[in-house]
Every structure is written in C-alpha cells, then in structure tokens.
C-alpha cells in the first residue's frame, strides 16, 4: 500500500464532502438528534450524570445517520461516470477503497467530536466519570466505524445515492437487531454454543459501562474487516463478471466471504469467553479490589476452595448482565488463585439431574417473569453460587439484580477459609427477626432475610432476655429493645453496661414486622391470643413504659420515642408526589449550606450512597455521658422535623392505633442524628480489649430499614433504587466483631452522580413550597383557633348572665345549649372552609412549584440541544464563505458583476 495515494483518495473525499453546506448539515442533525436522545425526559427523571439515555438508544441513532454518510461514496461516482476514470488511476483497488473508507470515518469522526459539548452539559450539571465517558465515545466510534463500512458496501451496489440510503438502512438493521430475531438465540445457544451478543448495542454495552473490551474491539474490527472485504470484492467484480469464468469466481468470492465470516465469528466468540478488558472507571469498578487479591493470595493451599456456580444458560434480559458478571468475576477468580481455588461451572435447566444437584446444595430457582415478543411468562433462573473448603460451606442461592458480585463471592471465600466463624446473637424481642411461634397470632412467624444474610458469615444463635444474659457471642443484635418487660430489661442493661458489644435497632412508629408492633413503642404490650370481638388483650407492662430510659441512660443518649422525623425533600423527581414524607432518603451527597453530609465520614457509613427509612426516630448524646459519640446518619438539614405520635396515631377500631397524616409538617433548622456509635473515649478502632473497657454499642433509631421490604427493594433494585440498608447492617456487624474486611468492599460501586446544579435550582422552589404550606398550615390553625376563642367567648358571656340572675337557671340552660349548638355548627362549617381553602392553596402552591420545576428542566433541555450544534454551524458558515471568497478572488475585476 502506498500512502501517499491513501491520503489523495482521502483528501479528494473529504474535501468533496465539506465544500458545500451538506457535511456540516449532518454534523448538526447528529449533534441534534444525540442531543434530544440524551436529554429526554428519563434523563431528568433519573437525576444522573451520564450518558445512558444517548448509550440505549445510539445503536439506533446510527442505523440513520450511517447510511446519510456512506450514501454517495460509491453510488456518486457511478451516477456521473468517475468510477471509471479513478480505476485506471495508478492505484490499486485497496488503496482506493482504503482512501474512501477513511474519508468517510473522518467525517463521522469530526461528527462525533463535536458531540462532545454532550459531556460539556453534563459537566455543567454535575460531576460525571470522565473514564467512563470516554469510554463510552470510543465505543460509539468503534461502533459507528464498522457500520461506516456497511454503509460503503450499500453504496458500491448501486448507482443512487436515494437507493444507496435505503440499503444502507436494511444492511446496517442486520448487525443492530440481530438479538432481536425471534428462536435465534435458542439456535445459537442449542446448536453452536453461543451465548454472547451479536449486535452492536450488544458489544457496546461493555463500553458503556467503563470497560474497553477486547472481544468489544475485535467485533467491531471484525465487522469493518468484513465489510471492506465485501466493498473489495464488488468493485473487484468488473474483472471477472463478464467471463467465461464468471460464475466459478462468484462461488469462489462466495466460499471465501462464509470462511470469513465464520472465522470472525468464532474468534470473537472466544475472546467474549476469555474475557479480557481495560477497566476506565473512576472507581475501578471492574478490576479484582486489593481485599479480594489479598484474600485469594491467603488461602492454605492444603486447603483449596472450591466454587460451584450454577447458572440457567438463558437468562431474562434484566438478569443477562448478573450473569456475564458473575462468569467473568469467577473466571477471574479462578485464574488468581491458582491451585487453591477451583471453579466449576454448571449449567441448570429446571427437571434435570443439574436442577437436582443444585437442591440438594441448597441453590433454589427464582421465578422471574420475562417478556418475548410481548408474551410475558415466569420463567425459573438459576444464579446461585456454593463455596466450600475443609472447613466450612457457604451458599448463596440467588445473586439478584442488587447483591454485589464481588463482595458476595469474596465474603464466601474469606468465610470457608477461616477454621472457626464468629457468632452473632440475636436478642429474643416482639420484633421475632428470628421467626418462630406468634402467641399473639396462633401462627409461625417467617425469618427476617437480614438473619439469613448474617449466617453466611457468621453462626447465628438466639439469646433469651428472660435471665441474666450470658450468652458468648461476638455482638449482640436487639431489634426493638423497648418492648421488653422490666425483668428483660434489666437484664438487657447489665448485659450493655458490662461492655459487650450490641447493635440496637428501635423505632417510634414501626411501620413492618409482626402484628402488633404498629405504634410501638408506646402502644401496649400485646398480650396472648385475642379477647372478644378480635380486641386484642394488653400483654405485660413495657419497662420504663416503652420508652427505654434505663437503656439509653447507659448508652449516653437521649432519645424521644414520641417524635418521629418526616422530610420534604426527595432525591428522585419522579417519586416526589409519590412517596410520603416520612419516607427518608438519606444521601451521600448533600448540598446543604453547612457543607455537612447525611452520610459522615467514618469507618462504617462512609462510601455508602443511599439509605431509605420509613418513620425514624431522632436521637442526641446526653450531656453528662462520658462516651464518646461518633454520629453515623443523619437528616438533611432545613426540609426535616419532628412530628408527635399523638399526630400521627389514632384510636383504631377493636383497639389498637391506626396511622394519619399529620395537620402539617413544620421543618426546623436542626440535623438530626438517626444513628450512632456510643464507645469509651479514645477508643479508635475496635478490639477484644477495648470493649470491655465501657459501653461499647451502635444504636439506630429505625427498625424498617432491616425489614425484609426493604431487603428487597435493595436485593431487586425495585422502584430503580439503589439503596445500601443492608450493607450499613453488615458494617455496623463487622465493625463491632472486630471483622473489618469486608467493610471497604461493600462500598465499592459506582458513585451516585446527581445533576447537583439542577438540584440547587429546584431547591429554591421546593424551599418557597415548604414555606407556603407551613404558612397555610399556621393560618389555618389560627383560624381555628380563633373561632374556637369566640366559641368560648359567648359560653363564658350566658354563664355570667346565669351568676347575676338575670335570667333563670332553665332559661339559661336552653340558650346555653342551643347556643352552643349553633356556635358548635358555625365552627365546624368555618373548619370546613378554613380546611378548603389550606387545601386549595396548598394545591396551588404544589402546581406552581411543579411548573417552576418542568420549566427549568425545559430551559436546560433546550440550552442542551440548542448549544452543541452552535460550533458546526459557525464553523460550517465560515468555511463556505470563505470558498466564495477565495472563488471570486481569482476572477478579474472586469468580468464580476
């Protein structure tokens, strides 16, 4: 090849391509159209900085702007007879058809360069991984150089640049859409093994996700290979076409295209296999973490490890990226540890021997329903993992849409390799986390998912407060402690004040668990079976009458069991009207004017993203304690406050208490904490000799956030949350065990990047809501207020009356009963209107702020589409006239008009 003949194949088409207005029009309605994909409404739902709304549509994106590109590389020079003459030019077909093919990569080079003012706006938004974002842009133009290459061959088949477009379109539909062909991944998969993607979005999606793939790149070069070999092959045919040996060269060009073909197909295959990639992320997501290396580099290698994994070979399409991670992750695992870690991979179809293999270890399908071709059906996956060794088992029986890979594998392996686990107990309480036999309800109570997940580290047991508390264990877990009687507490208290470690859950207002727990603590005790008419009977008094005085006065803190904190604020948009306000988000990121975060900076909640609790307490170091107090979460400061229980708790009928909403929420200026390390001062890390030296203990003024709902908003990812409740758990665990390992590898994930500018906009608006409602809630109450004043006014005016006698104690009882009747009708109808018009401006007071919000979501969407394609428009009017310029400047004076 020589290059010099390259570059003049490659400059005539480019400069052909930019002379006129036309190159710089598809410059813009690329930028445009990627603008509009990336900036949609899903985008501004999902308060993000990044790309994936632009990434899930872009296979599309170019399926359009491809063929536009390519349409004229061939079809032109056909049209007006210059293919004829570039032919007999000293240059081979390769070289021109190279020329050619980098012309038109240049143009879709430059295109995409400019579609970089994407990531401008993001950056103005927020703060986005920028190795992810290249990353992603070197997917994009990898995947938009092999469909080029399509394109090219669409145009070489006919001499219309219309034609040429059309074709192009249905060529380049063929590697986009490929996955989506109805049986064809059963064929793939039954009959050649094939379980990889075929299409681009499919190689892409490792690009967007911050990793360079090599199976990625090799795809998308093979693809271009073989395109270009179809484009050398066509322009070629005007050598033999007309032959006697015409119809042999066309079987021979045909057998060589299939080898290719096949050839590129497998070796992509076996590079997708192997695995292998470059990780860019800001928080090297997809590489090994130095916990797992340095646990897999300590394993006794006179006693392996053995990994069993046994996954459905067809997964749903949410489930397809669980399962390429959890196959690389032990592919990875497998090649660290050498001889002392062995994976085998099993592959499970439900009533087969494998099914059965995998039941008898404990691995369980789960019943996930997938849609194909718009028929939904329940389908059972397997994705569980058995990890075993000479010391102990661990099994994990379903990796779901929210348990992270490598800290569950690594977990395993770090628990099989130890002789001896830790133990954890349990504290028998109303709460019953641990299931068992309902006296109340005459029924088998089911164990709470966050017991099962503490047995595959520790060995878990139930400890009884009924004596003394004996028990040897590694920490203690109390999960609503203050239903306890006095005997229980007392013996709970001993147990704390002796300096054995404890992780205490309560709550003013629990909102899940067994029945009877609604209210707590300040509800009664309930008592065994039911009474008459299902009322259920009191059980025995609550020590300290629910408020478990004796136990935070050991602990050092203060806490009101009646109050219960609410927030105004939602970090999702499309779930702010939805949720109530007592649904907490607590966030990493805050954009408070103290510059505090919901999430402090210490050894275990520090890294953690978000939490979600319903109904918390609010608790405060006591002043005469002598602990040191190490705050772990926190509310957000301003939108937060406290409402009572007697606002929010109601008489219920056969008894009991039954939520409502309160009369209204009126924030403070205050943070207050929801959970806390209490521990001897100077203690800094724990150990074995330290927590015997005092109290030592993490009290959490929530019990929701462990309950299995919650557990399973964060195993599925439900509602799109990704919250971290059972990790802060699992740390908190960890922590006081003296087990620290695993504690950094929880937090490891990729960092919750919110549009933080667009949220400080907004925040103006739901600030000046906040005010408003509080406003109409305090007039509204003055009102009333009001008319009960004048109520009393004119009882107190006919009581005066009946002291001076001026009329008689009959007469005056009718006028003070018909009058208080009257007066009472006269303040209920004034409640109603007061009421009315509270709710009618509080009503317009939402609707202005939601307008407030879609319209500077509107004025940033339309800077985000109007911008980017400003640098192309000005470049392309520059360059146009200056052609005009230079064309007229060469002409003599006398021939211009």
């Not at 049209?79 to 879709?108: H, N, R, W």
């Not at 064929?187 to 990889?196: A, F, R, S, V």
């Not at 590129?264 to 076996?270: D, G, K, M």
């Not at 397809?320 to 497998?334: A, F, G, H, P, W």
Request: overall charge negative.
């Amino acid at each position: 090849m020589r290059s010099h003949v390259i570059l003049a194949v490659f400059k005539r088409n480019v400069s052909s391509y930019f002379s006129g207005m036309l190159g710089y029009l598809f410059i813009v309605v690329f930028v445009v159209a990627g603008a509009f994909l990336a900036f949609n409404q899903n985008f501004f739902a999902d308060n993000l900085a990044n790309l994936d709304q632009l990434s899930n549509q872009f296979p599309l994106l170019l399926l359009f702007i491809i063929p536009a590109v390519t349409m004229t590389a061939w079809a032109d020079e056909k049209k007006l007879g210059t293919d004829e003459l570039l032919f007999t030019l000293p240059a081979s077909d390769f070289e021109i058809l190279l020329g050619k093919y980098l012309a038109v990569l240049f143009v879709y080079t430059v295109a995409l360069f400019f579609s970089i003012t994407h990531a401008i706006v993001l950056t103005t938004l927020g703060d986005p991984d920028w190795g992810l974002i290249c990353t992603t842009y070197f997917g994009y133009w990898l995947a938009g150089g092999a469909l080029l290459a399509a394109g090219m061959f669409a145009s070489v088949l006919t001499s219309s640049a219309t034609v040429a477009f059309v074709l192009g379109a249905v060529i380049c539909s063929v590697p986009v859409f490929i996955d989506r062909v109805p049986g064809l991944d059963v064929i793939l998969n039954q009959t050649l093994g094939i379980k990889e993607p075929l299409s681009v979005g499919g190689h892409l999606q490792g690009f967007t996700a911050g990793k360079v793939t090599f199976s990625g790149i090799f795809y998308f070069v093979g693809l271009t290979s073989f395109f270009l070999y179809l484009n050398a092959v066509f322009i070629a045919r005007r050598h033999w076409a007309g032959g006697q040996n015409g119809g042999e060269m066309a079987l021979h060009y045909t057998a060589r295209v299939t080898c290719l073909a096949i050839a590129l197909l497998s070796f992509t295959y076996t590079l997708a296999v192997s695995g292998g990639d470059i990780d860019t992320t800001s928080e090297q997501l997809h590489t090994l973490s130095s916990t797992t290396r340095e646990i897999l580099d300590g394993i006794d290698a006179e006693k392996p490890i053995t990994i069993q994994a046994f996954i459905s070979p067809d997964v749903p399409q949410d489930y397809v990226t669980i399962q390429k991670e959890l196959r690389d992750k032990l592919r990875e695992y497998d090649n660290r540890g050498g001889a002392r870690v062995q994976v085998r991979f099993v592959e499970v179809e439900p009533y087969t021997e494998s099914a059965e293999e995998a039941s008898a270890l404990g691995i369980t399908p789960r019943q996930i329903q997938s849609e194909d071709n718009g028929r939904f059906s329940l389908e059972d996956v397997y994705l569980g993992v058995v990890v075993t060794s000479g010391f102990d088992t661990v099994v994990v029986p379903f990796f779901d849409r929210g348990t992270p890979v490598e800290y569950e594998l690594t977990r395993s392996v770090g628990t099989v390799s130890n002789e001896k686990r830790k133990t954890i107990g349990i504290l028998s309480t109303d709460a019953r986390i641990n299931g068992g036999f309902n006296q109340q309800t005459f029924q088998r109570a089911p164990e709470w998912q966050i017991v099962q997940e503490l047995k595959k580290q520790y060995d878990v047991k139930e400890v009884s407060p009924d004596a003394e508390i004996d028990a040897e264990v590694d920490v203690l877990v109390a999960v609503l402690p203050s239903s306890l009687t006095q005997p229980q507490m007392d013996n709970f208290v001993s147990y704390v004040k002796a300096g054995n470690p404890v992780l205490i859950f309560d709550d003013p207002i629990p909102q899940f668990g067994p029945p009877g727990l609604q209210g707590a603590p300040l509800s009664p005790k309930p008592g065994m079976g039911g009474g008459m008419m299902g009322r259920q009977q009191p059980g025995e008094p609550k020590a300290d009458g629910g408020r478990a005085t004796s136990l935070l006065k050991a602990l050092g803190l203060r806490w009101d069991v009646s109050e219960s904190l609410f927030d105004l604020r939602n970090p999702h948009p499309r779930y702010a009207e939805v949720f109530p306000n007592e649904l907490i988000f607590l966030t990493e990121s805050d954009d408070d004017t103290d510059g505090s975060e919901q999430i402090p900076n210490n050894p275990i909640s520090s890294g953690l993203q978000e939490l979600l609790l319903f109904y918390p307490g609010a608790i405060e170091r006591d002043a005469t304690t002598q602990l040191e107090y190490v705050e772990l979460l926190r509310s957000r400061q301003s939108s937060t406050g406290l409402n009572s229980w007697d606002d929010l708790v109601r008489p219920g009928m056969f008894g009991g208490q039954q939520l409502t909403a309160p009369p209204g929420y009126k924030p403070d200026e205050d943070r207050h904490t929801i959970a806390a390390l209490v521990r001897p001062s100077g203690s800094g890390k724990s150990s074995d000799n330290e927590k015997k030296k005092g109290v030592h203990g993490i009290f959490v003024a929530d019990i929701d956030m462990i309950h299995d709902v919650m557990f399973g908003v964060w195993q599925r990812q439900m509602y799109d949350l990704k919250i971290d409740n059972i990790l802060f758990v699992l740390n908190c665990v960890d922590f006081l065990a003296g087990d620290e390992r695993f504690i950094e590898l929880r937090k490891r994930r990729a960092e919750h990047r919110t549009l933080t500018e667009l949220e400080l906009l907004k925040k103006t608006s739901e600030e000046r809501r906040s005010k408003e409602v509080t406003t109409a809630n305090k007039e509204a109450e003055d009102n009333v207020k009001g008319a009960q004043e004048r109520l009393t006014e004119i009882l107190k005016n006919l009581n005066e009356e009946i002291k001076t006698g001026s009329v008689d104690a009959g007469t005056a009882q009718v006028r003070i009963q018909t009058a208080t009747q009257a007066e009472n009708r006269k303040l209920q109808q004034q409640e109603e209107e007061i009421e009315r018009a509270k709710n009618e401006r509080i009503r317009r007071v939402r609707i202005e702020t939601e307008q407030e919000i879609r319209s500077i979501e509107n004025r940033i969407w339309r800077w985000a589409v109007i911008l980017p394609p400003l640098p192309a428009i000005i470049l392309g009017i520059i360059v146009v006239l200056s052609n005009l310029f230079n064309e007229r400047r060469g002409i003599a004076s006398d021939r211009l008009r």
